[in-house]
């Protein structure tokens, strides 16, 4: 059965720094696009980082462009988020997500495979 584990969330002061890790099983993750989306308490959920599946593009919400950097090592089937300079407004639950496809959006509903999520709270 195809799976996503996410991990590495915690509490982290503002202008720390944490690293997500996501692993798969049961699949490989090769000819996936990957993902990663935050949900926020009473906000809907969005996409933060987004890879396709050569490892040669990427994209990100505007907000967190040039703090965050989406990776992947397929010889461990794994995606990356590091985060750093964290804000107050970067916490939220966060998931990543793989799709069957080159090509990698933002997109929520272009995703097939979820992780269960994260907890990610950034407070002093």
């Known amino acids: 059965q195809a799976q996503l584990v996410d991990s590495g969330g915690g509490l982290v002061q503002p202008g720390g720094s944490l690293r997500l890790s996501c692993a798969a099983s049961?699949?490989?993750?090769?000819?996936?696009?990957l993902a990663w989306f935050r949900q926020a308490p009473g906000k809907e959920r969005e996409g933060v980082a987004c890879i396709n599946n050569g490892g040669d593009h990427t994209d990100y919400l505007a907000s967190v462009k040039g703090r965050f950097t989406i990776s992947r090592d397929n010889t461990k089937n794994e995606v990356y988020l590091l985060m750093n300079a964290l804000k107050p407004e970067d916490t939220g639950i966060y998931y990543c997500?793989?799709?069957?496809?080159?090509?990698?959006?933002?997109?929520?509903?272009?995703?097939?495979?979820w992780g269960q999520g994260t907890q990610v709270t950034v407070s002093s």
């Open positions: 997500a793989a799709d069957l496809s080159p090509i990698a959006t933002l997109m929520d509903y272009e995703y097939d495979v």
């Open positions: 049961g699949f490989t993750l090769d000819y996936y696009s």
